[in-house]
């Protein structure tokens, strides 16, 4: 974000630029006004749709990227390449240290529902918490599906991956429960391929009747981390700013045990209350997804 606001030319190599990603975030409003943008999408559509273009290119976006190396000299972008590198390593370095020092959100102007959340379960952990210890013992190569909700836009900030294709993520589409079944998929089609799912329990809500279906069978072990707040938190947090910090119709049932849910219906589930423990469990579980197809 810190170095894009620097940019006098953005080139957008198959991206859509959608709104989630360009908007304000993290206190900055980093997109830079003022710069070029060069948009490349094989679906026309999206060219322009979000951000005023200044080049529109309809194309794969892999064989654009061949044709414009192609036109351009050997030596282009040479010049201040290794100091705009070192800034870049500086930029990424620093980013996560402070991810490190980051344990919760502050509230929203006028609000105080973090601040009395906190204060009601110091307890349980939070989201930010819970992402360091999964990003500890995730794979390199594993595959990770999120979905939507307050829990898995905090997580965005946390994976990086070294291979393309490794991030299923609902975007644009905003599919409530995407997270299970996109990660079931992955499964199937890379089935030597660990894989870990994401999701709030609002959104595995929508979706969990695919518990019944997973574990018949041939079907491919997978692993589904469901964070437990007890709530739908982004329209929580919605409310609590349009309606002077008050909610409505937000609440989950307390009650409810998703690992016992899995385990009748012949899986294996596991509740997990401390960073270590999350970090043994899922741990254990990925172990098992590949030495055991559990």
């Not at 070029?36 to 200044?54: E, M, Y």
């Not at 190569?141 to 307050?150: F, L, P, R, T």
């Not at 609902?170 to 998929?185: D, N």
């Not at 981390?225 to 349009?242: C, H, I, M, S």
Request: with cysteine; charged share 20%.
């Amino acid at each position: 974000m810190e170095l894009i606001s620097k940019a006098d030319v953005v080139l957008a190599l198959g991206t859509r630029l959608n709104p989630f990603s360009t908007l304000p975030g993290y206190g900055m409003d980093y997109w830079p006004k003022d710069a070029k943008l060069i948009q490349v999408d094989i679906n026309s559509d999206r060219i322009g749709l979000t951000k005023p273009v200044d080049v529109g290119i309809q194309g794969d976006a892999g064989l654009v990227a061949e044709d414009l190396l192609a036109a351009l000299s050997p030596d282009a972008g040479n010049a201040g390449r290794e100091a705009r590198k070192a800034l870049i390593k500086e930029a990424k370095s620093s980013w996560a240290a402070q991810l490190e020092t980051m344990d919760h959100e502050e509230d929203d102007v006028g609000t105080t529902w973090n601040q009395r959340a906190r204060a009601a379960h110091p307890e349980r952990m939070s989201p930010r918490i819970a992402w360091r210890a999964i990003q500890r013992v995730m794979p390199d190569n594993a595959i990770m599906s999120s979905d939507i909700g307050n829990n898995c836009a905090i997580g965005n900030a946390y994976p990086s991956f070294k291979q393309a294709r490794k991030y299923l993520a609902p975007g644009l589409f905003g599919p409530c429960g995407y997270g299970f079944p996109s990660i079931l998929g992955a499964k199937v089609g890379n089935p030597d391929v660990p894989v870990v799912g994401f999701a709030g329990d609002g959104a595995f809500g929508i979706s969990m009747n695919e518990l019944t279906a997973c574990g018949r069978n041939d079907w491919p072990g997978v692993t589904m981390v469901v964070f437990r707040n007890y709530q739908w938190g982004a329209e929580k947090r919605n409310t609590t700013l349009w309606y002077s910090d008050n909610f409505v119709g937000t609440e989950l049932n307390v009650g409810v045990e998703y690992a016992k849910l899995a385990e009748a219906c012949g899986l294996k589930g596991v509740k997990v209350s401390t960073p270590a423990e999350l970090e043994s469990a899922l741990a254990a579980a990925i172990e098992g997804q590949m030495k055991r197809n559990e």
